[in-house]
């Protein structure tokens, strides 16, 4: 009796143990924890009293399709955000006096030329952005650089989408990869293909990368609530791991630029009254945007040396399918534009900005280069956007840029 109990202790506390271990696993809480615990210790988050300029981007996977609807369900889907996104959010301002703004991943290999073009007339009206967004697998990689050149010349030329570059008039896109499977990441080899993917969106004109964090997916990096420069190594996958946190040294050649979104274990918000819940960043359906959900993002500490008072806040959603619209275009955010109106109202060291991919890099950019300036002052700090097919066919060269931007 007595040797049954010895043993059952250490027997039950490594089944437990292994238990723990696989549900970890199976979340890819084992590849981000450690990095997440490093982080807790030396803490992160607003100091009290101190000033917060929230820089909220909402970066949206967006996919009519999804699902394999019909055309007609996608096109709905498209006409859905295009009629009720300014109907809802028109009143809202933030600090600088701007409406609520959406950046739309549309994905490649999904383009449909009628739902692009709705989309931009949207982002014409100031409500949002284009980006690009790319679901492949077993690709090659010379196909993927074609592909993605001819996508950007698409965009620009045919919409009018995508930013330029003030300094030399190239166009330039954000980016985000299917399946979180960046870099050809995916453990099982799958959603990619491509080793030396950072290279080519680099190559191509991309500007940063917004896919993490991915979180519980398995292409999740043990680099988080980070902006950082990932140099490519162009015979492994998932160069992206780890990399020069920006601001830490100068930006390295050959290095993409990686925008992550908050990752961490929220103790405010607990599961049973008992375990902390994930906090990703994600909006969904059964995680619509909440002022609760706030102060967690900020403790991310996803900042810039530099500019101890701006709060990166990058959220992702796939804003398409009905079931996520339902709070994306629905009573919930409606009250969560209210509240950050609110807690701004009522907190003069709280100041809200809402912001788009590029937006969120040129300020990015600017803390780096020592921008001691508003928010507002630099949101088209290196790229603008315009609809360049209205202005004389003349996005920014060299000579002109400054002048036009
Ligand atoms: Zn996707
Ligand atoms: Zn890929």
Redesign the pocket.
């Known amino acids: 009796m007595n040797l049954f109990l010895l043993l059952g202790g250490p027997i039950g506390l490594v089944l437990l143990g292994s238990y723990a271990w696989r549900a970890l696993r199976a979340r890819a809480m084992d590849l981000w924890l450690p990095s997440y615990l490093c982080q807790a210790l030396r803490g992160r988050g607003p100091k009290p009293g101190q000033s917060v300029h929230l820089l909220l981007c909402i970066a949206d ?1 967006f ?1 009519p399709g ?1 699902g394999s609807v019909s055309h007609d369900v996608a096109a709905g889907r498209v006409r859905a955000w295009i009629e009720s996104y300014p109907k809802l959010f028109e009143a809202f301002r933030d600090s600088d006096g701007r409406p609520p703004r959406h950046t739309f991943f549309y ?1 490649l290999e999904m383009y449909e030329g009628s739902e692009v073009e709705a989309l931009a007339t949207l982002c014409h009206q100031g409500y949002g952005e284009v980006e690009v ?1 790319l ?1 492949h697998d077993d690709e090659d990689a010379e196909g993927l650089r074609a592909r993605l050149a001819a996508y950007k010349e698409l965009l620009a030329a045919r919409h009018g989408l995508l930013a330029r570059d003030r300094d030399t008039g190239d166009i330039r896109y954000g980016f ?1 990869h ?2 979180w499977a960046l870099d050809n990441s995916h453990p099982d080899g799958r959603h990619c293909g491509v080793d030396n993917e950072l290279d080519i969106l680099r190559e191509t004109g991309c500007y940063a990368d917004f896919t993490m964090p991915a979180a519980p997916d398995p292409p999740q990096t043990r680099t988080i609530n980070s902006i950082y420069y990932a140099i490519d190594d162009p015979v492994s996958p998932k160069s992206h791991d780890r990399g020069i946190a920006v601001g830490a040294a100068p930006a390295p050649e050959r290095s993409l630029l990686m925008i992550q979104g908050p990752l961490l274990l929220d103790w405010r918000r607990r599961k049973w009254g008992l375990f902390p819940r994930v906090e990703n960043g994600c909006l969904q359906g059964n995680q619509p945007a909440h002022i609760d959900r706030l102060p967690a993002w900020l403790k991310a500490g996803v900042q810039v040396p530099g500019r101890p008072d701006w709060f990166f806040v990058k959220l992702h959603t ?1 804003g398409a399918p009905e079931c996520n619209q339902r709070v994306l275009l629905g009573e919930a955010m409606v009250r969560f534009h209210r509240s950050l109106a609110d807690l701004s109202r009522r907190d003069s060291k709280f100041h809200f900005h809402y912001v788009t991919a590029r937006e969120m890099c040129n300020l990015v950019r600017a803390a780096e280069a020592g921008w001691q300036g508003d928010v507002a002052g630099a949101r088209d700090y290196q790229l603008v956007w315009k609809d360049w097919r209205h202005l004389c066919g003349t996005p920014p060269r060299r000579d002109n840029a400054k002048s036009l931007a």
């Open positions: 996977h996919e999804h994905p967004h679901h985000i299917g399946n796939h």
